[in-house]
């Protein structure tokens, strides 16, 4: 079976972009999928810096590295900011790509990337949804040797859209993350193979 890792690049207290991770992680679980919804805060990844890394790469990087190594499929929530991804998200995986030089795993720049599945979503109180940081995401995670699920979702009017539980009061956008989980998971599946 398909590990599915889930992820959000914000870590704000109530974060659209954190629900619908939330929302995603527990769509993918009820289809059977095993799930790792990973909260960004509960790494201490700094600043990426090239001198910092000279140094050194945070133990938190490492973890970080082996988390997705371990998943072939994932799914990212972004938050559009200024009409792009967060810093946090970027700053992520800038360090997730960063060889640690003389590592016998992560020696390489394109691991834990390379061939990874990944569906993208963004929420937003805005009426495209956060649309614009997915266009910015999608090149950056090619870049990385991703295969980028053709299949999206942009939830517009995000204040309103999950109840007092997060959960996602339309069954339209419910049938969306279910979409964005089924071609990520499928597509996982036949790349395996």
């Not at 900011?81 to 800038?94: C, Q």
């Not at 040797?145 to 053709?150: G, L, M, S």
Request: aromatic share 6%; proline share 5%; charged share 15%.
């Amino acid at each position: 079976m398909t590990k599915l890792l889930v992820f959000a690049g914000s870590t704000r207290a109530h974060s659209f972009n954190r629900q619908l991770a939330a929302q995603t992680a527990a769509t993918a679980r009820e289809s059977g999928v095993q799930v790792t919804h990973l909260e960004l805060s509960t790494l201490d990844i700094p600043l990426y810096n090239a001198d910092l890394d000279a140094r050194g790469t945070p133990p938190d990087v490492i973890r970080l590295k082996e988390i997705m190594d371990t998943h072939p499929a994932w799914i990212i929530c972004s938050p559009e900011y200024n009409g792009s991804y967060t810093g946090l998200l970027k700053n992520t995986l800038d360090w997730a790509s960063s060889p640690v030089k003389g590592h016998p795993v992560w020696a390489s720049g394109s691991k834990p990337f390379a061939g990874k599945v990944v569906g993208v979503m963004s929420a937003s109180n805005g009426a495209l949804g956060g649309l614009r940081s997915l266009s910015h995401l999608t090149p950056l995670l090619l870049n990385l040797h991703c295969w980028v699920c053709p299949q999206q979702f942009a939830l517009s009017r995000a204040a309103e859209a999950f109840d007092a539980n997060g959960n996602l009061k339309n069954e339209a956008a419910k049938a969306q993350v279910h979409k964005v989980v089924a071609q990520t998971l499928w597509a996982a599946q036949r790349l395996a193979n």
